[in-house]
């Protein structure tokens, strides 16, 4: 799994509006690369909002902010146009990132274990290395938390 000081996996993803992202194609900026369940459900919702309302001190701080779930291309242009998002989504149906970033868990609700995706936020600096991690992310406050940060690298 990887750890701080790391090299992140590089990555090419398909996107929100048909394109698609490739995380070492975004050096020298800095990447907040975040990972959550599932499009449109209430925690996920509040923290693409969150990032979407700050996302121009992101990029103030050369920081671009890229949020990953296995959700369709085609349900992140639903969200990101009902929400007025302004990140990008990427969609990683096959699970490759997510379990090269160690967020491909085992996860139980209601006595039912499945496999799913913890949510899990990673900055990565403008080498490509990881800077932080933080993992089993609760939403409220989590967006300026990982602001701060970001301005303190």
Known sequence: MIQVGDMAPDFTLPRDGGDTVTLSALRPSKVVLYFYPKDDTSGCTKQAIAFTEQLQDFRDEGCEVIGVSKDTVAKHDKFRTKHELGIILA???????????????????????????????????????????????????????????????
């Open 91 to 153: 969609s990683d149906a096959e699970s490759d990132v997510c379990e090269q970033y160690g967020v491909w868990k085992e996860k139980s609700m209601y006595g039912k274990t499945y496999m799913g995706i913890e949510r899990s936020t990673f900055l990565i600096g403008s080498d490509g290395k990881l800077l932080q991690e933080w993992r089993k992310v609760r939403v409220p406050g989590h967006v300026d938390a990982v602001l701060e940060a970001v301005r303190s690298e």
